[in-house]
């Protein structure tokens, strides 16, 4: 007679239950944290030096590098920019631009009532995508730059972030900044640009790759006629004080 094997039965696996996930979950909450906390250092740490340093290469013109082989890009400080281009720019993108704290709230309602975002984004909010973020419409991208907007606003005067704005705007393609553009399309400096000029230069900005300033379309030349008054108006007005020495 043999002994019949023994039934051996397998105990049921133990879930981890709610005390034994709560670790977990404050680990996750806890590394989440310090990520966060990396990247808000990060971007504290690159406003504070673009606050007197020139930026460099960002992520867009690293793009246009690959894809076209090479750009046009060259910094001058706001003293070698003609006071026209600036008061251009400004007329042409953010007639606001010193009223406001980096959102144009009345731009945003009238934009949310066409049902568009044309007009609605900041000389501010542009640099900042350009600067410190990334081209294209995403939750997180818009979702950053008003977060950031706000801070760069706090940190830099006017006045930086129109000569930071200005070196960095696309006005052609692959050409990057009022200086390069200045040289690109009339062959003279920043600093020589004459009303005419820097009108149509600012004229570009809202589409430079669709739009010329050295063959300006009929568009072209009426944006240029409509930011040649606008710019005269916001220096009379007083609207060009924040960023005029």
């Given at each position: 007679m043999t002994d019949s094997p023994e039934k051996t039965t397998r105990k049921p696996r133990k879930t981890a239950g709610p005390k034994a996930q709560a670790p977990l979950k404050r680990r996750a909450l806890r590394w989440a944290g310090r990520i966060a906390g990396g990247i808000a250092a990060a971007f504290?740490?690159?406003?504070?030096?673009?606050?007197?340093?020139?930026?460099?290469?960002?992520?867009?013109?690293?793009?246009?590098?690959?894809?076209?082989?090479?750009?046009?890009?060259?910094?001058v400080p706001m003293e070698e920019i003609a006071p026209v281009m600036a008061r251009s720019a400004v007329a042409a993108e953010d007639a606001n631009f010193c009223l406001h704290w980096g959102f144009d709230m009345a731009a945003i309602r009238e934009a949310v009532a066409e049902g568009s975002n044309r007009g609605a984004s900041t000389i501010?909010?542009?640099?900042?995508?350009?600067?410190?973020?990334?081209?294209?419409r995403s939750w997180l991208r818009k979702a950053l730059e008003g977060l950031l907007t706000p801070v760069v606003e706090t940190v830099w005067t006017k006045?930086?972030?129109?000569?930071?704005?200005?070196?960095?705007?696309?006005?052609?393609?692959?050409?990057?900044?009022v200086q390069a553009a200045a040289q690109h399309h009339f062959g003279v400096d920043a600093r020589d640009l004459t009303a005419t000029q820097a009108a149509?230069?600012?004229?570009?900005?809202?589409?430079?790759?669709?739009?010329?300033?050295?063959?300006?379309?009929?568009?072209?030349?009426?944006?240029?006629?409509?930011?040649?008054?606008?710019?005269?108006?916001?220096?009379?007005?007083?609207?060009?004080?924040c960023f005029q020495e």
């Open positions: 504290g740490v690159l406003i504070l030096l673009f606050s007197f340093l020139p930026p460099p290469i960002n992520l867009y013109q690293l793009g246009e590098t690959a894809r076209l082989g090479g750009i046009e890009k060259d910094w501010s909010q542009q640099m900042v995508k350009n600067v410190f973020l990334w081209h294209g006045r930086r972030i129109l000569e930071v704005y200005l070196n960095v705007a696309e006005f052609g393609e692959g050409v990057f900044g149509r230069l600012a004229a570009v900005l809202p589409d430079p790759k669709g739009r010329s300033a050295s063959n300006p379309s009929n568009f072209v030349r009426s944006r240029t006629r409509a930011i040649l008054s606008g710019a005269e108006t916001i220096a009379a007005d007083g609207r060009a004080g």
